[in-house]
């Protein structure tokens, strides 16, 4: 079936600091989404991406669908100890029933 | 105002006992999906529902029931529960199936002793 590789699995930082995280796969996926998700709570959206190469900013956060469609990356630019979390990047293929494939997550810590 | 509702928060129970999770949007959705997080964090879709039918089943043991009493409820009613079904469990919904941005609920902590 369908797999989302996302990495890095973890990540320790300064606050202040750039991360990037990425997702690949080898399916073609319609839909990128990436998700946020703190302890205890569930995944919030970030960023949707619908088609390939476009490349779309939410404040410090910015992703692209890759022009394969089978990748993408989201970048937080400046990071602030609010950033601390679960980070899920997710694909949809058409015609699946609305399925969403999920990556690994990306746990992001920040020092202050 | 929470837009996708889930009870209970915790669930805790022994071995063998059924029990219900219950979901609730109220953003007029017409599609609900159950997911379920493992310990590792990994979040893979169970079912999904569009106006109260079953479009996924994805490979769920039969022990698990989901009931859409109509389209802004779906609940999971798990039987003969096992150790394995621990997890936290998530209700999402979506307005379509097509561009389908999905919010989710808070999560159901379910530990099986």
């Known amino acids: 079936g369908q797999q989302l590789n996302q990495s890095p699995q973890s990540m320790f930082i300064q606050e202040g600091e750039d991360v990037s995280m990425n997702c690949t796969s080898s399916s073609i996926f319609n839909t990128w989404l990436w998700y946020k998700q703190d302890p205890g709570e569930g995944p919030v959206l970030l960023i949707a991406?619908?088609?390939?190469?476009e490349l779309t900013s939410n404040g410090r956060l910015t992703a692209q669908f890759g022009i394969t469609r089978k990748d993408s990356f989201l970048n937080i630019s400046a990071s602030i100890p609010s950033d601390v979390g679960i980070y899920f990047c997710a694909g949809m293929i058409y015609n699946q029933g609305g399925k969403l494939i999920f990556g690994q997550g990306t746990e992001l810590s920040v020092k202050p | 105002d929470t837009a996708v509702s889930q009870t209970p928060k915790y669930l805790v129970t022994q071995m063998g006992n059924d029990k219900s999770i219950k979901c609730e949007q109220n953003l007029g959705h017409d599609t609900m999906y159950w997911y379920k997080q493992d310990s590792k964090k990994f979040l893979k879709i169970m079912f999904s529902?569009?106006?109260?039918?079953?479009?996924i089943n994805e490979t769920v043991p039969n022990r698990f029931s989901p009931k859409s009493p109509d389209k802004a409820h779906l609940n999971l009613h798990i039987n003969s529960l096992e150790l394995g079904d621990s997890a936290v469990y998530f209700c999402a919904s979506s307005q379509e199936l097509a561009k389908n941005i999905q919010y989710f609920g808070a999560g159901t902590r379910l530990s099986v002793l």
């Open positions: 991406l619908y088609k390939a190469g």
């Open positions: 529902y569009n106006n109260k039918e079953l479009i």
